[in-house]
């Protein structure tokens, strides 16, 4: 098997030019001796394979004008990966019945097992059918418009008139942005009553009880339990909730409003004009590596072969896709950010954010195999949010991109919001379970009755009286209970992480960002307890250990807005 050197041998290729190479690993003798080659081998294959797609990926999403690189994108996102992952499977199971857990390669084996353990092919079909009723919410989704003074707007753009210091602005943006769901909320609600029967038959088909045990074992949850969760849920409920509500209480005292409504949550208290941190990409890109450098030389360092080597494309312009990412290179060994920024301050998080995946990846670069360096969710995340709240400090200055006070009010913005997000996911959450355990989740009049229930545990200190259907249009607004279910946990656990690493780092920061990199460069090689353990933080699930996290952000608030008041 002669692979190519570079993934520019794969740039063109078809699903017929790479399955020889699965063929081959696929009759290759296999046992104690022959392990570690063919490991080496597949895992190579991966490497180019997956580069390929992703510099496929790049090319588009950077250019969505050119018929070339939409053709050459399709081509690997719809034939070559989704076939290549298929063999993989089978590469896996050979694997797993060799019996053999080489050193380094016991998570990765575990998660192999859990997988093919839940696989059935009945439900094959059904997987087929939600991949169709995902479809058919973003057909919904898409086409929803909202009137705006005699226009009909695309909803995203109504988003700065959301944030405008005219209270009557704000209330008619907030109701244009939501009628379309209360409009639609019939087609949603009967498209969800089919996901969650599709979705509980793949989980009984695989021999559990309900979609919540199967997801647990699907998305190789292996270090915590659904009681967790709620165990989770009830800790936010007693330590979260009532510091939200003190945030949003004074939220209403400074706006100097009788109630808080919901058009009131996203004004900035104290500025009229949105913060400009900066003009361009490359303003952006210079100014994040002033503070990177800062916050560690060898980060700062990455950085800048980052900026050196072309690997952001962060300017918003014609012809590129919406959002931002970053991938991995794992060829080259190199991360990518893609962006489409604008000026503003939800910029530089996004920034620091996919930074924080950025050093993930060139950090684990160093473990030998592709599957030993992308954890699940809960650990990427821990990389990316800590470094959202390691970096803040260094918004300000000497090195970074707003004055003192402007600084004060983007981490003040940021610390409300880790609040706010957290009351936010506890409710997806609980309800999520809800729906997939109270056997009354088919029920669309049951549904919206407990969402109105469980939002009203976790989101207090909001007047809705009035506002029934858009209280109620919240969750449908959710993209992730319909597509990607029960994702959503992930980022809490991954949110308390970082205020730990936060913590260690107010009290020694270079023992701190030593243990964050640590952690960086074990990649995906130990169980979530130990990844979190070696980044100085643990999984949180209780009050106890929720609520010194929870006082240290309060605090920092009060410190906070002494500085921009
Ligand atoms: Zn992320």
Excluded at 387 to 402: C, Q, R, V
Aim: hydrophobic share 45%; charged share 25%.
């Amino acid at each position: 098997m002669k692979l190519p050197v570079t993934s520019a041998g794969f740039a063109g290729a078809t699903w017929d030019d790479v399955l020889p190479f699965y063929d081959a690993l696929a009759s290759a003798p296999l046992d104690g001796e022959t392990l570690d080659g063919w490991l080496r081998q597949w895992s190579r294959l991966e490497e180019l394979l997956g580069e390929a797609a992703s510099l496929a990926m790049i090319a588009y999403t950077c250019d969505t004008t050119d018929p070339d690189k939409e053709a050459a994108y399709l081509r690997f996102s719809s034939e070559v990966i989704p076939r290549a992952e298929e063999q993989g499977v089978h590469l896996a199971r050979r694997l797993v019945e060799l019996g053999i857990v080489p050193d380094g390669l016991e998570t990765t084996i575990a998660r192999f097992r859990a997988s093919i353990d839940i696989f059935r092919q009945s439900n094959v079909p059904l997987f087929a059918e939600l991949e169709e009723l995902g479809a058919r919410y973003h057909r919904i989704t898409g086409a929803m418009v909202a009137r705006w003074e005699g226009e009909l707007l695309p909803l995203p753009r109504l988003t700065p008139f959301l944030q405008s210091v005219d209270r009557d602005e704000r209330e008619r943006a907030y109701r244009a942005t939501v009628e379309p769901y209360v409009v639609e909320r019939g087609a949603l609600a009967e498209l969800f009553t089919l996901m969650v029967e599709r979705r509980q038959a793949v989980a009984r088909n695989a021999n559990f009880s309900d979609y919540v045990t199967f997801s647990f074992v699907a998305k190789h949850r292996f270090s915590y339990t659904p009681g967790d969760c709620t165990r989770f849920h009830d800790a936010v409920e007693s330590v979260v909730v009532p510091a939200h509500t003190r945030s949003l209480a004074f939220r209403r005292e400074r706006l100097q409003v009788e109630a808080l409504r919901p058009w009131d949550i996203g004004v900035n208290l104290y500025r009229a004009e949105p913060l400009t941190p900066f003009t361009d990409g490359t303003d952006l890109a210079r100014g994040v590596g002033r503070m990177f450098t800062r916050v560690d030389p060898v980060l700062g360092a990455q950085f800048q072969t980052m900026i050196d080597e072309n690997l952001l494309d962060l300017d918003s312009r014609k012809g590129k896709a919406p959002g931002g990412y970053c991938d991995t290179l794992h060829v080259i060994g190199r991360p990518f950010i893609f962006m489409n920024a604008s000026g503003v301050m939800e910029d530089v998080t996004t920034m620091l954010h996919e930074a924080g995946h950025a050093f993930h990846a060139f950090a684990s670069r160093e473990q030998p195999m592709v599957w030993q360096r992308h954890p699940g969710a809960e650990a990427a995340e821990l990389a990316s949010m800590s470094m959202e709240l390691l970096a803040a400090p260094e918004l300000g200055p000497p090195a970074g991109m707003l004055d003192e006070r402007d600084a004060a009010i983007a981490r003040l913005e940021h610390l409300e919001d880790i609040l706010a997000s957290l009351v936010h996911i506890a409710s997806v959450d609980a309800f999520q379970n809800w729906i997939y355990t109270s056997g009354k989740g088919l029920d669309p009049d049951q549904r919206d009755t407990a969402w109105l229930r469980i939002r009203a545990r976790f989101e207090q200190g909001v007047d809705w009286s009035g506002l029934m259907a858009e209280r109620i249009a919240r969750w449908y607004r959710q993209l992730h209970i319909f597509l990607y279910p029960l994702y959503y946990i992930e980022y809490g656990i991954a949110q308390l992480g970082a205020l730990q690493v936060f913590r260690n780092q107010r009290r020694d920061g270079d023992a701190a960002l030593a243990a964050y990199r640590r952690f960086l460069a074990l990649g995906a090689t130990e169980p979530l307890p130990d990844l979190y353990r070696a980044a100085g933080a643990s999984l949180i699930f209780d009050p106890v250990a929720m609520r010194p996290l929870i006082d240290m952000v309060e605090e920092e608030m009060d410190r906070l807005r002494g500085v921009a008041a």
